[in-house]
């Protein structure tokens, strides 16, 4: 696989080799992510629509262990919109703006109980019509919630991608509506959880372990970025050492 081959003939092979990586039996049930977690104890669409929200602007360590402290005390809509917000702030603490998404999710289960009887409603439409979910976290409910294809976007699936070549977009919003056109949608059920991964594990934001990766014969980030540097530091490291003529010669100065 090269740079002159099209994004959409990248695809497969990038989303085997991830798979075989990180979800070698192909379900979510045993992926690593909070939502995979939680997920593989409960199928709940209500417990992964919270955790979603308390995920916004959080790491993913710190979302399990407040979704596990929040969901042992209070697991339903019921029990979330008639809980003591003070509770609430207490057992999600470990999340940024937890004050916030303490209001936040006891907003959001007084809507489903008012309007939904609830339950957690399974079109994208009326999901997003919910307060505080944007197309992220409907995306997220969608899959991880009923099994629905979509391709939720966070900052990992959107950095990967553009690293991979596989869009130029300068939004996560984007990203999901260009991936959406160019992912066939056999892959689109995987493609968040096995991004994520990937993008913690090797293809970090800052110091991407790009020796352990695949994709570097396609990638734009070690083109563009990591082989240069490679490239200047081996060749410093060359005028440095002994028996070099640049070496000898700054050593008769």
């Known amino acids: 696989m090269t740079t ?3 994004a959409r003939e990248r695809i497969p092979f990038i989303m085997r080799d991830l798979a075989a990586r990180y979800l070698p039996a192909g379900d979510l049930h045993e992926g690593e992510t909070a939502l995979a977690k939680i997920v593989a104890e409960r199928e709940d669409p209500f417990l992964v629509l919270i955790s979603t929200i308390l995920s916004q602007r959080t ?3 710190m979302t399990e262990r407040a979704s596990r402290q929040l969901f042992a005390k209070y697991d339903t809509p019921e029990a979330i919109a008639n809980a003591d917000p003070a509770n609430l702030v207490r057992l999600i603490q470990p999340v940024g703006f937890y004050r916030q998404k303490a209001l936040q999710i006891q907003n959001v289960s007084r809507v489903l109980l008012d309007q939904y009887r609830g339950t957690v409603p399974g079109t994208y439409e ?3 019509a919910l307060p505080q979910v944007g197309p992220k976290t409907a995306n997220c409910v969608l899959v991880y919630g009923f099994g629905e294809p979509r391709i939720p976007t966070d900052t990992h699936v959107h950095r990967v991608s553009n690293r991979l070549g596989l869009v130029r977009t300068k939004t996560p919003e984007k990203t999901e509506q260009r991936l959406m056109k160019t992912v066939p949608k056999e892959f ?3 493609i968040n959880e096995l991004f994520i991964r990937f993008g913690k ?7 991407p372990r790009c020796e352990a990766c695949s994709f570097t014969s396609f990638c734009r980030y070690y083109r563009t970025v990591f082989a240069p540097k490679r490239r200047r530091l081996d060749q410093d490291r060359r005028k440095r050492s002994p028996g070099t ?4 010669s700054m050593a008769s100065k």
């Not at 594990?201 to 110091?207: E, K, S, Y």
């Not at 003529?245 to 000898?248: D, E, G, H, M, V």
Request: hydrophobic share 35%; aromatic share 4%.
């Open 4 to 6: 002159s081959a099209p």
């Open 59 to 61: 790491r993913d360590e």
């Open 126 to 128: 009326e999901l997003i």
């Open 188 to 190: 689109w059920l995987h």
């Open 201 to 207: 594990d090797i293809c970090r934001p800052i110091g």
């Open 245 to 248: 003529k640049a070496s000898r």
